[in-house]
Every structure is written in C-alpha cells, then in structure tokens.
C-alpha cells in the first residue's frame, strides 16, 4: 500500500488550495489517503507568539498520535507526507518518532520546523510570509539539502493577491508537486 497523509496548518485546512490539489494529485498517483485534523489550537499570534506556537505544535503532535495510532506503517511500501505551515513541524516530529521512512511536500514551513525535519522532500515558501523569513528557509533547506521552490510575493498561503497570478503560482506549484509525488522526474528548483 502507498499511504499519504495531509497535516495541515492552523487555519489552512485540506480544502484549501495547496492541500486540496496535492491530496487529489496523491491519489491520483495510487495512494491512499488520510487527513490529520487537530481540533482547536492555540492561538499563536501569526507565528510570533513562541509559547503559543510551541503549545500548538504540542497540541497538533498528539492529535496526530491520536489520530494516526492504529495506522500499520508497516504494511506501506511507500509514505508520503503532505504538510503545510505548523503541520510540516507536526509530520517531521511524527515521521522521526516513529522512525518513518516517508517522503515529504513541505508547503510553507514554520521556521521551528528545521529543527525536525529529517526527512527528504521539496519545501515551497513565499518570499512575503509574515510568519519566517525567507533567509531563515533558505538556510534550512541548503543545511538538510532540500529544494526549494520560491513563490515571488507570495504569502503564508503562497498567494500574492492577483487572483490570476495566484491561479498561475498554483499551477507550476502543483506540477511540481505532482511530479515528485509521482516520482517521475528529479525535480530542479527554479
């Protein structure tokens, strides 16, 4: 079995964008997949707050333990994370403890999710998220060898508000979403 698993953000859910699309790419490519929900969260003040993020990650974590404890990762030939924002944090956490193998589309990393991640994949930032600079994803993804994929005035959501720009942005982040998920070409950043 090839499993995916969705963690998403804090008010970024899977209906939205980024997550909507890859979940669909995902099984379109014969994965089976499950959703991580975490309930109410603490409010973490647009990723300033340190308390509150670190209460919400903690939060997050055990809803995901929760959740995902009667999963048999041992039966998955393949697993593939598909996070966003705090989530990217919560799947990297999850993936080191439980010693998951998994594959990983980072969208939009909290700056604390460095210090977690471990795992392959491809990491997606705007250069306008309020909640990380761009230096510091810059720095991450260089460290752990990570591509990056750079969304030019982008926001938290990768969305720069130009309704058609944001549509265009969408679909090159969901080609090359798409093709690692398949894993059918080495991916290049732009």
């Not at 499993?3 to 964008?17: I, R």
């Amino acid at each position: 079995m090839k499993l995916a698993v969705v963690f998403p953000g804090t008010g970024y859910h899977e209906d939205k964008p980024l997550l909507y699309y890859s979940r669909k790419l995902a099984a379109e490519a014969g994965y089976q997949v499950k959703g991580v929900k975490y309930g109410k969260l603490p409010d973490m003040a647009g990723g300033n707050d340190k308390e509150g993020m670190k209460a919400a990650f903690s939060h997050a974590l055990g809803q995901a333990e929760a959740l995902l404890r009667d999963m048999d990762f041992g039966e998955c030939q393949e697993i593939l994370f598909l996070s966003k924002s705090i989530g990217t944090a919560v799947a990297a956490a999850f993936a080191k403890r439980h010693g998951l193998r998994t594959r990983n589309v980072y969208y939009t990393p909290v700056g604390e999710s460095f210090a977690f991640i471990e795992q392959p994949g491809i990491v997606f930032h705007g250069t306008k998220d309020p909640w990380v600079e761009t230096k510091t994803v810059e720095e991450g993804c260089r460290k752990l060898g990570l591509p990056l994929y750079i969304t030019e005035n982008g926001n938290h959501s990768l969305e720069t508000g130009d309704a058609l720009k944001d549509l265009e942005n969408l679909c090159w982040i969901m080609k090359i979403s798409g093709e690692y998920i398949k894993k059918d070409v080495t991916v290049q950043p732009c």
